[in-house]
């Protein structure tokens, strides 16, 4: 990764958006882009003062933008180059991303207004279904440091296994859990609630699934990444399940694939990235 660009939208929490990037861009050695998208319909109905009010709203951008690019360290602040664009955020950070043909897309929790998220989604969720790039979303809640475990909820789509390469490579010195969530048939579930104790269903299920995870993780886990990776296969409701190992490890890092697969256990992640969003435990990275 070579080319990072962070969504930066000046509001609250901006600042740890432009850190978490400034270090990443570090240690990956990249070329750091900030870019503000100024919303196109803060000034789409004034059209008789709509150039001045561009103008001022591009110059307090740019300004903004340069006090950040001040805090970081100077070597990395050398390299860092700002961009203030007028239109709708999703399109002009995803167009701009691809402008630049940047490795990542990092952004905040955006601040969206409640009507226009409740029907159009947030500008990070707008902006995954845009980008084609992986798209890292900082939490606002996390103290900002190198990230030393992460956490890889997999289904083995192509998509699990882009961000699962994606998530070691921004964190290339952290442990890994790689969880496989399997969800027990609706027979056993019922045969559990009449407390017949279908153990041995059980275990033939969990055998069953044992044997392909160990047969995926040959193919898409390279060999000198065994010794930082551990898994585990569970059973239970997905995101619940996810949630408690990120709490039990103290990860940093959440890694998601966006397009899951149907298979044996019907993780469907890209519904399952969106939901972590609302609420994320931890930075969360997305990818396609």
Known sequence: MKILLAAVDLQEG???????????????????????????????YEPMVEISVRRRLQQGANQALDQLIHQLPAAQAA???RHVMLGKPSQALAR????????LVIAGRQHDEPVQELFLGTTVERLLRRCTMPVLVVCNTSRIQPYHHLVAATDFSR??????????????????????????????RLLQQDNMHPDSMMAHQRSRIEQEVQEEMSHFIATDDHHRISTRIMSGEVKKTILSVVEETHAQLLVLGYHGRQGISRLLVGNLAMSFLSAPPCDVLVAR
């Open 96 to 103: 701009k991303a691809a402008e630049l043909n940047a490795d």
């Open 159 to 188: 998509s699990s296994h882009h961000a699962l390469r994606s998530g070691l490579m921004l964190a290339p010195k952290a442990n890994a859990t790689l969880v496989h969530v399997f969800e027990p048939p609706m027979l056993l």
């Open 14 to 44: 901006a600042e740890r958006v432009v850190e978490r990037a400034g270090m990443l861009a570090a240690q990956l050695n990249a070329r750091l882009h900030l870019v503000h998208v100024i919303n196109e319909a803060m000034v789409l």
């Open 79 to 81: 390299v860092t180059e």
